[in-house]
């Protein structure tokens, strides 16, 4: 049998974001982050192979068979594994009917679909009920608890597994248990894609829903328990890489906005930096543009070259934006009070979405959701926008409107800051900048260990990859 080493890189969790900012320097904020930046975590990839059947010994043609494997409805899978029914292999439990008046302010807790995010148990949002009065299937260690029946399609069939602290909590009537001996395996099995594909095709035409019925016949090829516990030993240890960068994320994000909170308002000066901030309008810092839309029943004034943004652009985009979706032409700018502004001027949104802000890398338009500003030369573009993004609150505060709420020109123009030099301006800024680049680093570097992830659990749970036991 053909067998040959499964080679995969994983990025180092343990980047260096922040590395030019001392993370002592922000009160309250070092303990967390140098907790997390001084883990260290591995992924163990040993006792992983690779194995084709297509290309192993005694393999000629796709009828032929394939050494170490068998053909199965779901396709080739190992010879020590089996297709099985999930009723074969353990029990789905029903959730808990309750109505308004059992709720309590403590009692037994009722996990429901908004207590699973990412695969995990979150308690943002959690209601109880009094024990004593109904009666429900509590929940046992290791349990799997699935989303079943949700207004959001794409939310049916979300799981995570039930920890021992939880033993004896109850779950909502939307949700399902699957209790089985195999549900450390089943629970990576259970955040795939195979297990996604099955839920998606039996989802109710006309109820978002997935019933017990069909549950319990989804098949998937199974191996062995010790092949079982050696595959969920592997992935857990990539779940545990993952939730360490996103608390490494998390610890960062905390730093930073502590960081941009002081370094905005002073309290946190750079060495060599001294003298009174000037408090100034907004006005002062730039040039203001207003935006507007051309008629759209008119079509020459629309798909020309010129660049025009909406509101739920800015929210997407980030710090900097480029592209929008519609374009309008010359005449439809000069037909409307839309104004063409510089690039690197910022756009605010002061409509729906009040105080997403972003800079425009070139020469652009927008809608009459907007009030933009190009920074003058006494200013630094990128401190202003810091400044008007921390500024979210303060647009809220200042908007009105009866039907929906907008910020005025006249309180755009006229909102006060406090400013320092163009010096120290250009010097938050960097700093600023720097921690924005290296949290995109971990965010970028957290997509890359959640896609090897994805990768090999898409070989390891087809029997692709194989493990040593």
Same mark, same amino acid.
């Given at each position: 049998?053909?067998?040959?080493?499964?080679?995969?890189?994983?990025?180092?969790?343990?980047?260096?974001?922040?590395?030019?900012?001392?993370?002592?320097?922000?009160?309250?904020?070092?303990?967390?982050?140098?907790?997390?930046?001084?883990?260290?975590?591995?992924?163990?990839?040993?006792?992983?192979?690779?194995?084709?059947?297509?290309?192993?010994?005694? *393999?000629?043609?796709?009828?032929?068979?394939?050494?170490?494997?068998?053909?199965?409805?779901?396709?080739?899978?190992? *010879?020590?594994?089996?297709?099985?029914?999930?009723?074969?292999?353990?029990?789905?439990?029903?959730?808990?009917?309750?109505?308004?008046?059992?709720?309590?302010?403590?009692?037994?807790?009722?996990?429901?679909?908004?207590?699973?995010?990412?695969?995990?148990?979150?308690?943002?949002?959690?209601?109880?009920?009094?024990?004593?009065?109904?009666?429900?299937?509590?929940?046992?260690?290791?349990?799997?608890?699935?989303?079943?029946?949700?207004?959001?399609?794409?939310?049916?069939?979300?799981?995570?597994?039930?920890?021992?602290?939880?033993?004896?909590?109850?779950?909502? *009537?939307?949700?399902?248990?699957?209790?089985?001996?195999?549900?450390?395996?089943?629970?990576?099995?259970?955040?795939?894609?195979?297990?996604?594909?099955?839920?998606?095709?039996?989802?109710?035409?006309?109820?978002?829903?997935?019933?017990?019925?069909?549950?319990?016949?989804?098949?998937?090829?199974?191996?062995?328990?010790?092949?079982?516990?050696?595959?969920?030993?592997?992935?857990?240890?990539?779940?545990?890489?993952?939730?360490?960068?996103?608390?490494?994320?998390?610890?960062?994000?905390?730093?930073?906005?502590?960081?941009?909170?002081?370094?905005?308002?002073?309290?946190?000066?750079?060495?060599?930096?001294?003298?009174?901030?000037?408090?100034?309008?907004?006005?002062?810092?730039?040039?203001?543009?207003?935006?507007?839309?051309?008629?759209?029943?008119?079509?020459?004034?629309?798909?020309?070259?010129?660049?025009?943004?909406?509101?739920?652009?800015?929210?997407?985009?980030?710090?900097?934006?480029?592209?929008?979706?519609?374009?309008?032409?010359?005449?439809?700018?000069?037909?409307?009070? *839309?104004?063409?502004?510089?690039?690197?001027?910022?756009?605010?949104?002061?409509?729906?979405?009040?105080?997403?802000?972003?800079?425009?890398?070139?020469?652009?338009?927008?809608?009459?959701?907007?009030?933009?500003?190009?920074?003058?030369?006494?200013?630094?573009?990128?401190?202003?926008?810091?400044?008007?993004?921390?500024?979210?609150?303060?647009?809220?505060?200042?908007?009105?409107?009866?039907?929906?709420?907008?910020?005025?020109?006249?309180?755009?123009?006229?909102?006060?800051?406090?400013?320092?030099?163009?010096?120290?301006?250009?010097?938050?800024?960097?700093?600023?900048?720097?921690?924005?680049?290296?949290?995109?680093?971990?965010?970028?570097?957290?997509?890359?260990?959640?896609?090897?992830?994805?990768?090999?659990?898409?070989?390891?749970?087809?029997?692709?990859?194989?493990?040593?036991?």
């Amino acid at each position: 049998m053909n067998k040959e080493k499964l080679n995969i890189k994983q990025p180092n969790s343990q980047a260096e974001p922040f590395k030019n900012i001392k993370t002592g320097s922000v009160k309250g904020q070092s303990n967390d982050l140098d907790k997390v930046q001084n883990s260290n975590l591995s992924c163990d990839r040993e006792g992983i192979q690779t194995f084709d059947p297509q290309n192993s010994e005694g *393999a000629t043609t796709e009828a032929s068979p394939k050494v170490g494997y068998k053909k199965t409805k779901l396709g080739w899978i190992p *010879a020590e594994w089996e297709v099985k029914e999930l009723k074969e292999i353990g029990n789905v439990i029903s959730g808990l009917t309750y109505s308004p008046d059992d709720v309590r302010p403590n009692g037994v807790l009722v996990l429901r679909s908004s207590n699973i995010q990412d695969s995990k148990l979150s308690f943002h949002d959690n209601v109880y009920v009094d024990p004593k009065k109904l009666n429900f299937n509590s929940l046992k260690n290791n349990d799997i608890l699935i989303c079943v029946r949700n207004g959001s399609r794409s939310l049916i069939g979300k799981s995570t597994l039930i920890p021992n602290d939880l033993v004896g909590e109850a779950f909502g *009537a939307f949700m399902t248990v699957f209790r089985s001996e195999s549900n450390i395996y089943l629970n990576q099995l259970f955040n795939s894609d195979f297990f996604y594909r099955e839920v998606h095709k039996n989802i109710g035409a006309t109820i978002n829903s997935i019933n017990g019925g069909n549950l319990k016949k989804f098949k998937f090829p199974i191996p062995p328990p010790s092949e079982q516990k050696k595959i969920a030993a592997i992935l857990t240890t990539w779940d545990s890489a993952i939730a360490l960068q996103q608390d490494l994320i998390t610890a960062k994000q905390k730093f930073k906005k502590a960081l941009t909170q002081q370094l905005l308002t002073g309290k946190k000066r750079f060495p060599g930096f001294e003298g009174e901030w000037e408090e100034v309008k907004l006005n002062d810092l730039g040039t203001i543009y207003t935006g507007g839309t051309p008629s759209s029943s008119i079509k020459k004034y629309w798909n020309g070259e010129i660049t025009w943004y909406t509101p739920s652009e800015i929210r997407k985009a980030g710090k900097y934006i480029s592209v929008s979706e519609r374009k309008i032409t010359a005449l439809g700018l000069r037909k409307s009070s *839309a104004k063409l502004f510089p690039k690197h001027t910022i756009v605010v949104c002061t409509r729906a979405t009040i105080g997403e802000v972003s800079i425009s890398t070139i020469e652009a338009s927008t809608n009459q959701g907007f009030k933009n500003i190009c920074v003058n030369k006494d200013n630094n573009v990128e401190f202003v926008y810091y400044l008007l993004k921390t500024s979210k609150q303060e647009f809220l505060r200042k908007s009105s409107g009866s039907t929906f709420l907008e910020l005025s020109t006249t309180d755009f123009r006229n909102m006060k800051f406090k400013v320092p030099t163009i010096y120290e301006q250009q010097k938050i800024a960097t700093t600023l900048s720097a921690a924005d680049q290296e949290l995109t680093l971990l965010q970028n570097q957290l997509i890359q260990l959640q896609d090897q992830k994805r990768g090999l659990m898409q070989r390891l749970l087809t029997g692709e990859v194989r493990v040593k036991i």
